[in-house]
């Protein structure tokens, strides 16, 4: 019987794993030395908060992986022989058919003085989770948290140092906050609730130095503006890269991560690179080479199960969406809607913004021929096979206004905006689109 | 903020403190007079009993602490005994010794409090309500923006199962026993409450007229909590509105007023609850007052049949079934109101959803069967079916399920398996309606393409132990029969992927190949399988 082994008990490599058993009858080894079972890694946030106790962030219970035939292993694996086709451990070693490496990414240190400090961590394992626990229990023993670098993983560690009310300081290198991803509207937009939320947001401030007690411990940090502030505990936020360290020595070809093609295949036959931890040759569409995104991850896991089970298929991503959450306002995103760093020539924006309320969206499109190219909201949730099915169709954006209520998926009893949103459009680009009632059969035709 | 708090927790302590001390005070001492009425309005022709429970309770003291229950059983028994040797059947006693005690603990009590309703009220009712609300208002700024706020909740004593869950679970439990069991220990609570029992129906408080109101009350207060909590969420504020409402007007105002204006028999009736959560609407007796009952009685008779029979699963097609269990229903709007701090209790094992569907699927066949059985001996005017006493089996069924599953367990462990445990495994119109719901809705929650993250906030948060989580990953709507259509899956999602609606039952259960997100050519690969 084929053995399959993964290395990595993530969203890729454990989709990888149930697809595959899905399947065949081969044998699956899924190798972690982080966890004994699959987690949700982006539900951490919530343990800390008190939202939910580690077992809740577990999708599967216990007995499933007996039960489906999938063989557990805690273990770090140390090497990888590819031609006898063998992996390390610590105190033993397994032979595989095919291998799948699915190893995630590790945070970014950018060689900072003092970076490797006690109270110094990132936010990406359920061991950095431990480490804040202890780094962080409360405002008495941490009288301040510094956070440094502006992206998601940056907010969500605001909003949790904030759940235990710990003064947090938020050095972001950018202007605006996330401004490298998001319009200006919608940057300035969370600028304003980071504010409200009482974080001390310092744009454009870059971190110089992480100053010791004499314990060893972080006790300050200074910042390129000259300010040295106190602080007990420093979060590293500043993205991540593909942990793929352990393959140096291999034959396994490594860029930034792990150089695949579009069938996800390794340059050793046999291996295949999945999830965060994989570099596509090529960039697909507008896509990055490296997409540390979720749902890439479980897209690339369902895509390599159907090759090894003798469908050899391409990894094609569909129309880009992504999803988050700044504090309390929701973030959607369906198709391309580029910041005015990256904003293409041909690309134009229509933003609308609630006068009260923190609710935005922003609409791309290309200005000659009006194709709708993609969608931003904040505060408002839209339905994705919607937006799926007017990408493939290349609507334009009069047509995407005209029936945004078929794509409007707020609860029920929900304020609704679209009729102001369209208000907006027409008086900015003289036209007279007429908002249409919602249709279940639109709606459903679309499935 | 933190002060005012903190002085609401002490006022509703003090309030709860003496409403707890109160079936243990008091002085109770019945006279001639008093107990003459009494055994007439008991319809009691036993001379031998009347003669023994007079010498044992007529001008004797008794403290708050004292029962008077096994005084009257053991006058019953020995009146029965002694009727049956002499084959006087006329005169054997058949009124229940517990409700004959609450009714000479009622009619005897003298001093302080039934002296001093209002005031007893004020420091009873009065400061549990005044506590609370200065406990739970202030949350408009404690817990911040408005938006989820869930933080603390397995931090929290209260909320994680420890001391004072296990406090409010013994609190709760012994209630439901006095309620249900000891009601004689109940009669000093009837006295707080009998001026507002008075002005409504024009008669004085007994204990279930206790129970309602305090339901009442606590269901207001709570809600308050409610609006405050889910402030930025219509739907929870309109469907908490909706419960609140109908429990109000339909569970307590209606009946009393029915009974005030002499329109009804002894009790009112509660036009929204539905059989077979209402069990007796089919037994004997109440077939027969609403027979004898005139105009209005045939009409309660007809509505009952036909809430059950077409209303409800019309109702349930249309809007799956929330529109009662979490809009409408009085245990739904206790669960929505009071339970809510406890919904991250239900079990979301699989092992509990086996054991949920035995359970409350029995609990559905017993219902049915015992009624056929009231229904044969009804129409058949016998008290034994195929050699079953029928008696047998509805006190059977009133005894473990009315009183046993519903409130001891259904309420009173919400702080440790959650708010919907009654709900969950053991109401049988809930089994009904989940049926229809299953197979003939067209309500679903749907799931929002690719877009979930597998956090399990909507897991965790599922009152009725729904891995909501096990669906939304795979793309899958959700279709289960126990859903209730709480909306709080939706709510907590930080992805926007969850929402309730209706719609066409064509693709309502749609099991998904690929995530949406791939661009496959789905016929393709189906086919090559």
Redesign the interface.
């Known amino acids: 019987m084929e053995h399959i082994v993964i290395i990595g008990n993530g969203?890729a490599g454990i989709t990888a794993a149930r697809h595959i058993r899905k399947l065949s009858d081969k044998k699956i080894t899924v190798i972690s030395a982080e966890t004994d079972y699959f987690f949700?890694r982006?539900?951490l946030m919530?343990v800390y908060?008190?939202?939910?106790?580690f077992e809740?962030?577990?999708?599967y219970?216990n007995w499933f992986w007996k039960k489906n035939r999938i063989n557990l292993v805690k273990g770090c694996v140390s090497k990888i022989d590819v031609r006898i086709k063998e992996l390390i451990l610590e105190n033993s070693s397994v032979s595989y058919d095919k291998l799948i490496l699915a190893t995630g990414s590790k945070p970014n240190k950018f060689g900072w003085p003092g970076q490797d400090l006690n109270g110094v961590q990132g936010l990406y394992s359920k061991q950095d989770l431990d480490k804040l626990e202890k780094n962080a229990p409360n405002k008495e023993v941490c009288k301040r948290a510094i956070i440094v670098g502006g992206g998601l993983i940056g907010i969500e560690m605001a909003e949790m140092l904030r759940?235990r009310k710990i003064p947090v300081t938020f050095l972001v290198r950018e202007t605006s906050f996330w401004n490298g991803v998001l319009p200006k509207g919608e940057s300035e937009l969370i600028n304003e609730h980071i504010l409200?939320?009482h974080i001390d947001l310092r744009l454009n401030t870059n971190l110089v130095e992480i100053l010791p007690d004499e314990n060893g411990y972080a006790k300050a940090v200074t910042t390129d503006k000259g300010e040295t502030i106190e602080c007990n505990v420093v979060v590293l936020t500043a993205g991540v890269s593909p942990n793929v360290e352990f393959l140096k020595d291999s034959d396994i070809e490594i860029g930034r991560g792990i150089k695949v093609n579009r069938f996800l295949e390794t340059n050793i036959k046999d291996i295949y690179a999945i999830g965060d931890c994989a570099e596509q040759r090529q960039p697909i569409g507008n896509r990055r080479p490296i997409e540390a995104v979720?749902?890439t991850g479980?897209?690339m896991g369902?895509?390599v199960a159907?090759t090894i089970c003798g469908?050899k298929?391409e990894y094609?991503?569909?129309?880009w969406?992504n999803?988050?959450?700044f504090?309390?306002i929701?973030y959607?995103t369906y198709g391309w809607v580029f910041s005015e760093k990256n904003k293409q020539d041909y690309e134009e924006h229509f933003h609308w913004r609630h006068s009260k309320e923190k609710i935005c969206i922003t609409i791309a499109f290309h200005k000659e021929s009006k194709q709708f190219l993609g969608i931003n909201t904040f505060g408002i949730?839209?339905?994705?096979?919607i937006f799926?099915h007017w990408l493939t169709e290349k609507k334009d954006i009069q047509y995407v206004l005209q029936y945004l209520k078929d794509a409007n998926?707020?609860?029920?009893?929900?304020?609704q905006y679209e009729p102001e949103i369209i208000k907006k459009y027409n008086a900015e680009y003289g036209t007279t689109i007429i908002t249409k009632k919602r249709s279940?059969?639109r709606?459903?035709n679309k499935? | 903020m933190k002060a005012i708090q903190n002085i609401g927790i002490t006022i509703f302590l003090v309030g709860l403190g003496i409403f707890t001390a109160l079936p243990f005070l008091g002085n109770f001492k019945l006279n001639q007079k008093s107990f003459d009425k009494l055994i007439s309005n008991q319809g009691i022709k036993s001379e031998i009993f009347i003669q023994d429970l007079q010498n044992k309770v007529v001008d004797v003291e008794f403290s708050g602490f004292q029962s008077i229950a096994p005084l009257v059983k053991e006058a019953v028994v020995k009146a029965n005994q002694i009727h049956t040797k002499n084959k006087e059947w006329g005169k054997k006693v058949y009124a229940s010794d517990n409700d004959i005690a609450t009714a000479i603990r009622k009619e005897s009590g003298y001093g302080f409090i039934p002296e001093n309703k209002g005031l007893m009220w004020f420091l009873t009712f009065g400061l549990g309500i005044i506590g609370a609300l200065l406990f739970i208002i202030p949350q408009v700024i404690t817990l911040?923006?408005?938006?989820?706020k869930?933080?603390?909740?397995?931090?929290?004593n209260s909320t994680n199962k420890g001391w004072i869950a296990w406090l409010v679970f013994i609190f709760l439990v012994s209630f439901y026993l006095v309620l249900y069991f000891y009601p004689e220990y109940a009669i000093n609570w009837t006295y707080l409450v009998d001026p507002i029992s008075e002005s409504l129906s024009g008669n004085p408080a007994g204990h279930w007229f206790v129970y309602g109101f305090m339901y009442c009350v606590v269901m207001i207060v709570m809600a308050i909590r409610m609006y405050i909590k889910y402030r930025?969420?219509?739907?929870q504020?309109?469907r908490t509105t909706s419960v609140l409402f109908f429990q109000i007007v339909f569970a307590f105002l209606i009946p009393e007023i029915m009974v005030r204006l002499q329109l009804s028999y002894a009790k009112g009736y509660d036009f929204k609850n539905a059989f077979p959560l209402d069990y007796d609407f089919f037994f004997n007796w109440n077939l027969k007052e609403l027979i004898a009952g005139g105009g209005l009685g045939m009409f309660i008779l007809v509505w009952g049949i036909v809430l059950t029979l077409i209303i409800v699963p019309v109702m349930v097609y249309f809007f799956g079934k929330r529109w009662y269990c979490s809009w409408v229903c009085g245990c739904g709007g206790l669960a929505e109101t009071l339970g809510d701090p406890y919904r991250q209790h239900s079990s979301k094992?699989?092992f509990s959803w086996k054991v949920e569907r035995w359970l409350v699927h029995g609990v559905l066949v017993f219902a049915v069967v015992m009624t056929g059985f009231t229904l044969y001996g009804f129409f058949a005017e016998t008290g034994t079916v195929l050699g079953i006493k029928v008696q047998s089996i509805m006190n059977t069924y009133s005894f473990l399920i009315g009183a046993i599953f519903a409130g001891v367990i259904g309420t009173g462990f919400y702080p440790i398996f959650g708010n919907r445990v009654w709900c969950r495994f053991g109401c049988p119109l809930a089994a009904y309606l989940g049926f229809v719901q299953r197979f003939k809705s067209r309500f679903r929650i749907?799931t929002?393409?690719?877009?979930c993250?597998?956090?399990?906030?909507c897991?965790?948060y599922c009152e009725q132990g729904i891995d909501v989580?096990?669906y939304a990953?795979k793309g899958e709507n959700i279709i289960r029969s126990s859903c209730v259509g709480c909306?709080v899956c939706?709510?907590?999602c930080?992805?926007?992927v969850l929402?309730?609606?209706n719609?066409?039952l064509?693709?309502r259960i749609?099991p998904t190949e690929?995530?949406?997100?791939?661009?496959?050519d789905l016929m393709n690969?189906v086919n090559?399988k």
């Not at chain 1, 809740?56 to 999708?59: A, D, I, L």
């Not at chain 1, 949730?381 to 096979?385: D, G, Q, T």
């Not at chain 2, 930025?232 to 739907?235: E, F, G, S, T």
């Not at chain 2, 993250?453 to 906030?457: A, D, L, R, T």
Request: a positive charge.
């Open positions: 969203i949700s982006t539900a919530y908060m008190g939202h939910m106790k809740h962030t577990q999708p219970e759940s409200e939320h979720w749902y479980r897209m369902e895509t159907q469908n298929l094609k991503p569909g129309h969406f999803s988050a959450k504090l309390d929701e959607q949730r839209m339905r994705h096979k799926d998926f707020d609860p029920e009893f929900y304020k279940w059969k709606i459903f499935a | 911040g923006k408005k938006g989820i869930n933080d603390h909740i397995y931090h929290q930025h969420n219509m739907y504020i309109v094992s699989l749907t929002n393409g690719g877009q993250i597998s956090c399990g906030n897991s965790t989580r096990a990953q909306g939706s709510a907590v930080p992805r926007g929402k309730l609606e719609g066409p064509e693709g749609n690929v995530l949406l997100g791939n661009d496959v690969l090559k």
